[in-house]
C-alpha cells in the first residue's frame, strides 16, 4: 500500500527561489510548485515544515474540545460572563489551524505563499485580540477596574488588530497597488530587504502584545497595596509572560539553526519550538484567565461594566471582518502584479 503512494521528493536550499529560503536551513524544502495533494502528502514525510505543521495542527483540536466542553458539556454560553472566555478561546482554535495550513499550503506557488501568510498574521492578530477580550474581562487588576483606560482598551485593541494585520501583510511585500510592482517583488524574491521586513513583522505584532498586557505586566510587576488582585491565577500569568517573552526570542533570533546552518532543518529548529512554547504559553493563558474567572467571578459582576454581544463578539467580528478585507486587499494586488510566480 505505502509503495503505492509515492511522497514527493525534498529539495536543498540551492533548489529552490530565494523567496522560500528560511534561515540557517540548508534542506528538507518542498517543491516550490508543488499540488494541493502533494502539500497534503508532504504531512506524512519528513520535511523542513512536517513539525511546523504538526506542531499547530494537533492543539488546535485540543482547544477545540475546550471550547466545546464550556460551550456544550458545561452549558456555559448563555451565561454572558463566559463570553470573554469563549472568544478567547476560539481565537485560540483559529491561530494554530490557520498557522498549520499556512505551512502546509505555502509552497503551491510563490503567491500562494505570500496569501497562507497573510491569513497566518490575521489570525494571530484576532489572537491577540481575544486576550484582550479575556483580559478586560478578568484580568484587570482590582483597582483599575471601570477606570478611563479599562472604558477604551477593547476598543483600542480592536484598532490595533486591524493595524497589526495590515502592518504585517505590508511587511512582506509593500503597499499593495502602489508599492507592488516588479522591482519590490524581484527584491522580495532575491532576499533583499528580509532583515526590515522581519523587523517590521516583530514590531506588527509586539506592539499589540505589549499594549493587550499592560493591565496584567501592571498587576504582576508594578502594582503595590490594595487593589492589585494577587491570587492564585497571579503565578500563572508569570508563567505564560514568560514562555511569551522566549517564544519572541526563538523567532527574533533563529537559534539554534542560525549558530549550526543544516543540524535543525528537520528537527530542532527555532520556528518548530517557536511554535511549541506559543501554545505552551497559550495553555497556560486559558489557564489563568480561567482561575481569574473562578476567584474573582462574585467581585466583577457586582463591579465590572456587564459584558455585552457587542464588547465580545461584536468586536471580534468586527476585528475579523477588517482582517480579511486587508488580507482580501493584499491578495488581490499579488494577482494584479507582473514578477510574482502563480
Ligand atoms: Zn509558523
Redesign the pocket.
Known sequence: MLNLIKLPQVFTINQVPKVFHEDGIISGYRHPCSSAKECVLSLFQLTNETL?IWTHFLPTWFFLWKLLTVMLVQDDWQDPFTWPLLVFLLSCCVYPLA?SCA?TFSTMSERARHICFFFDYGALSFYSLGSAIAYSSYSFPDKWVNSTFHEYYVPIAVVNSVISTALACYSRLGLPFFQYNYHSIKRYSAGKDQKLCKLLRIIAFLYPYLFDNIPLFYRIFVCTGEGCTVNEANTVHYQHTSLALFTGFLFATHLPERLAPGSFDYIGHS?QLF?VFAIIGTYFQMTANELDMAARKQWLLAHLTPITLSNTAGAAIFSVVSGLCIIYVFSLALFSTRGVKN
Open positions: 511546523n498557522s505551512h520556528h511554535h
